[in-house]
């Protein structure tokens, strides 16, 4: 489960309602912490994710900071994810993989040396 502060998180979009109701649609799970300003937003990437394409779809311009909050928890892909990967698209190519998986660029070479010298 993953969490995320979103301080102000009324203040800062517009049209937070509406907002909130997407982020409801996804089951993901928003509350506010106390009486303060501050909210919290806890659930899975496959959730976070889902949040993050409705969200783009709107064109909203006060939500990008929280899609940008949302990307920043985007979790790593493993050698061993990128490797099937890899495996799966033998003819993807180092920036293909790179773009994909949000892998660094030593990561990348390796699940793709890992499969040339098998």
């Known amino acids: 489960m993953l969490e995320i502060q979103l301080n ?10 509406e907002l909130k109701a997407l982020i409801k649609a ?15 937003l806890q659930g899975d990437w496959p959730q976070f994710a889902l949040i993050i394409e409705l969200a783009e779809t709107q064109n909203e311009p006060s939500w990008l900071w929280v899609i940008t909050q949302l990307k920043s928890v985007k979790p790593k892909a493993s050698t061993s994810e990128l490797i099937e990967i890899v495996r799966k698209n033998p003819t993807i190519t180092l920036t293909q993989l790179i773009a994909k998986t949000d892998c660094t660029l030593l990561e990348g070479r ?3 040396d890992s499969l040339a010298f098998d």
């Open 8 to 17: 102000s998180f009324v203040r800062r979009i517009a049209r937070a309602n």
């Open 26 to 40: 996804s089951g993901a799970k928003l509350t506010r912490k106390g009486r303060s300003r501050n909210w919290q």
């Open 110 to 112: 390796q699940a793709l």
